[in-house]
T-cell receptor, first 111, second 116 residues
């Protein structure tokens, strides 16, 4: 069954604005990861947050995790046209060998 | 460049053909994966290998046959495919299986497969 679900499905903003994407999941997790995918290419790992962490930063990225609500958010600050891509969340679950992905949020950043 | 290389990048094949997709990683990772990405669908896990042994097979049709001859290489052999099998096929690797707390995935660029 699908674990992570991103919201919104698509987001269109102007350069310089912040972009926020949300992810909800259903079961207990070991970690939650965010990935970026440029059109027709492979996924690139952005950030991993463990289940005992609440917030993590990496450059212009900020990820939060609320295990009580089974949700996470990815904030991209001061967005750039190069941030245009699809963003996926994925959950790693103990005792389960796979990483389960959602359908992704398609972000369009216009100059 | 993630360290995971897939070849070919594009493949067009007829329904009666036999072809193979190749994935290679020299990251020293123990786990390798095949995913299928179709338009407007979540990534679908196809196969998982850990230390060259298949640990998961998600009800994939037998026209897809994986092979992991060593920890650095993973193949997906294709035969008698259908047009609906057209998709982006992604290979990934990780240090350990993704149940481990800090394991992240490294993806190849994918093979865009078109079945005609």
């Amino acid at each position: 069954s699908q674990q992570g679900e991103e919201d919104p499905q698509a987001l269109s903003i102007q350069e310089g604005e912040n972009a926020t994407m949300n992810c909800s999941y259903k079961t207990s997790i070991n970690n939650l990861q965010w990935y970026r995918q440029n059109s027709g290419r492979g996924l690139v790992h952005l950030i991993l947050i463990r289940s005992n962490e609440r917030e993590k930063h990496s450059g212009r990225l900020r990820v939060t995790l609320d295990t009580s609500k089974k949700s996470s958010s990815l904030l991209i600050t001061a967005s750039r046209a190069a941030d245009t891509a699809s963003y996926f969340c994925a959950t790693g679950t103990s005792g389960y060998s796979t990483l389960t992905f959602g359908k992704g949020t398609m972000l369009l950043v216009s100059p | 460049e993630t360290g995971v290389t897939q070849t070919p990048r594009h493949l067009v094949m007829g329904m009666t053909n036999k072809k193979s997709l190749k994935c290679e990683q020299h990251l020293g990772h123990n786990a390798m994966y095949w995913y299928k990405q179709s338009a407007k669908k979540p990534l679908e896990l196809m196969f998982v290998y850990s230390l060259e042994e298949r640990v998961e097979n998600n009800s994939v049709p037998s026209r897809f046959s994986p092979e992991c001859p060593n920890s650095s290489h993973l193949f997906l052999h294709l035969h008698t495919l259908q047009p609906e099998d057209s998709a982006l096929y992604l290979c990934a690797s990780s240090q350990d299986l993704w149940g481990a707390p800090n394991t992240e995935a490294f993806f190849g660029q994918g093979t865009r497969l078109t079945v005609v």
